[in-house]
């Protein structure tokens, strides 16, 4: 995998990683690309503009008005060159930074005024990297189409153990190269998405619903469309935007949401069901409000249609792809599951601890009939990505 010809902005903040910078530009170059370097006034404190000169081949820009460059527009010279920028290494506060749209440096401000690729390497405490500010931050760029390097865990310079250290220059360059050659493997797939919770009315003002949030698979979607597919987005009763490029049918009870797939399911490639779908529901919605008798109420509850399994036992079906919310032992409900829905792939992720429904961050373990893939604890959208990529491969493999 190379970087032949490839426009590589590196800008390098405030850390003490910074170190790493030098090897990262000569590894970049090593792969092909042309690389020119943007530093911010804290970088300066822990390694010279001049040695960055000096392996990347080109001056190094430093300031947001610079009278030496064209037309004194340094930052849109930068801006219109540059087909990725690498930020590494990432620190908080350039991390904030960018997650709101501040632009008051020249690093900040050519990130808003480019189109290239976004690759954030975060570098910080381990603390710090797991404050929620920092989280919320680090999602946010990441829903916005940057793509997260990282961090590593292992010794700090501050002489903690943890998350926060900067991936390794090798490593950087190994994930933009693999992008480069992999960016949208499934241009001409059309995939259809469940997301979000179903609700199912007990009467006109209550319902028995769960706690999802629909981030995850609203995550899914953005990442099919950012591989190239083609995306019918199903959504249960979620209060979140829809992704760029995405088509969305709103549905509220299970029943609802399975009509909406098999409208669209027989043209699609790919179906992937990150829907937490009640499996009850009352039998019989009451049509006034239910009042309070002082007596214990008893409820029949009958099951809901299996919207997985329906899609994964149809005589002419798409890759197929189940999410699992578990408890417990979560490798063997997911192999099991695998099979009994008719699934091709089981992502599944433990609920009711520190990660799961209506949480920013989330931890899989994808199963297919022969592997097994551990990804997280990391925000919904890397672990979309990295899930996409999964998806993309296996489809790949099963076409040959």
Not at 15 to 36: C, M, N, Q, T
Not at 84 to 101: C, E, N, R, S, Y
Not at 110 to 133: F, G, I, T, Y
Not at 369 to 378: I, K, M, V, Y
Request: charged share 25%.
């Amino acid at each position: 995998m190379t970087l032949t010809g490839r426009r590589i902005l590196l800008g390098i903040s405030g850390g003490i990683a910074a170190y790493k910078s030098p090897e990262l530009v000569r590894r970049l170059r090593d792969a092909g690309a042309e690389v020119r370097v943007v530093m911010t006034a804290g970088a300066e404190a822990f390694i010279t503009p001049l040695t960055l000169q000096a392996v990347s081949g080109h001056r190094v820009r430093t300031h947001l008005l610079d009278p030496e460059a064209e037309a004194g527009m340094g930052h849109i010279e930068l801006a219109r060159w540059a087909e990725d920028i690498v930020i590494a290494p990432a620190t908080a506060q350039v991390v904030a930074k960018l997650a709101h749209g501040f632009a008051d440096d020249l690093l900040s401000t050519l990130v808003l005024a480019s189109q290239a690729r976004l690759w954030v390497a975060p570098a910080m405490n381990r603390l710090m990297w797991d404050a929620e500010p920092v989280r919320a931050n680090v999602d946010q760029l990441v829903r916005g189409g940057a793509r997260l390097l990282g961090p590593d865990r292992g010794e700090q310079a501050c002489g903690e153990h943890g998350a926060g250290r900067m991936q390794e220059p090798d490593v950087i360059v190994s994930a933009m190269a693999g992008a480069s050659e992999r960016s949208r493997p499934l241009v001409g797939k059309r995939f259809v998405v469940t997301a979000g919770p179903t609700h199912e009315p007990l009467d006109p003002v209550r319902f028995l619903g769960n706690r999802s949030s629909g981030r995850m698979g609203f995550a899914v979607a953005r990442m099919l469309v950012e591989a190239g597919a083609t995306v019918d987005l199903v959504a249960g009763p979620v209060n979140l935007p829809t992704p760029p490029g995405v088509q969305r049918v709103d549905v509220v009870t299970a029943r609802e949401m399975l009509e909406a797939v098999n409208r669209c399911i027989d043209a699609a490639d790919g179906f992937v069901a990150v829907a937490a779908v009640a499996d009850y529901r009352p039998e019989h919605e009451a049509t006034d409000k239910l009042k309070k008798s002082g007596e214990p109420v008893t409820m029949h509850l009958v099951e809901n249609p299996d919207i997985l399994a329906t899609v994964g036992h149809r005589q002419t079906r798409p890759f197929v792809v189940g999410f699992a919310a578990e408890t417990r032992d979560l490798e063997t409900s997911a192999r099991s599951k695998l099979s009994a829905k008719g699934a091709d792939l089981i992502a599944a992720n433990r609920v009711g601890h520190e990660l799961g429904f209506d949480r920013e961050d989330n931890a899989l373990e994808v199963f297919s009939a022969h592997r097994h893939w551990s990804l997280g604890p990391r925000s919904k959208c890397q672990l979309a990505r990295e899930l996409v990529d999964i998806i993309a491969g296996e489809m790949k493999a099963r076409e040959r």
